[in-house]
């Protein structure tokens, strides 16, 4: 998961290492992922997420279709 | 996952807030004041279950998702420290995980030239023109988690 500064260069990238497109994202979208998904990891009584609160975590953020299946 | 993993688990997460890098099974045994191959078979048991990724072979750990305890692109200044980001989404982790402000430098994937991001209060305020991409789909994301 790379950080890229235009769709140009998205496309360059991917074209000079033979890549199939997958999910792009803006910077602001993926700090609202890192937050829901990541701020719970030093809590004291934390425990593995099981895959369906994962999948929620993705849904409530409109990260779905096939790419995004967690599952 | 029992409770004497998540101890551990814990011990290590913890350990490395407190001291920027992961305790060995060597020092995470004296802290438990256990022989040193319990806490391996812990550790091991940890990354079968995605809870740490440690190097190939080894019970050194990796990552501590997400902290990443060898070199890469995206630097994270958060918390007094500097750690490492394993990728991107990492990256933007670390200030998430300690609940703190952060910079992130880090760099194009296409054209190497810097990058910067900076969280405050949560919200991204500096790096929102910037793209992330993903290659892998969700459920392919622990196949190779150093490639994801």
Known sequence: ???LRS????ARWLDANGWEPGATLGASK????????????????????PAAESQAILDRLELVGEFWSYG | MDAFDLDVRRHVYFSVVANGRPPT???TAGAFDLPEPEIAAAYRRLHDAHALVLFPDT???WMANPFCFAPTAHSVAAGGRTWTGTCAWDALGI???LHCDG?????????SEPVALEVTDGELVE???LLVHILLPARRWWEDIGFT
């Open chain 1, 7 to 10: 769709e140009e260069h998205l």
């Open chain 2, 127 to 129: 790096g929102d023109d």
């Open chain 2, 103 to 111: 910079r992130i430098e880090s760099a194009c994937a296409c054209c």
């Open chain 2, 95 to 97: 200030p998430a995980a």
């Open chain 2, 59 to 61: 019970t050194d750990v």
């Open chain 1, 30 to 49: 993926l700090n609202d992922l890192s937050r829901d998904w990541w701020g719970s990891r030093l809590d004291v009584g934390w425990r593995p997420r």
């Open chain 1, 1 to 3: 998961m790379v950080f």
């Open chain 2, 25 to 27: 099974t060597v020092e």
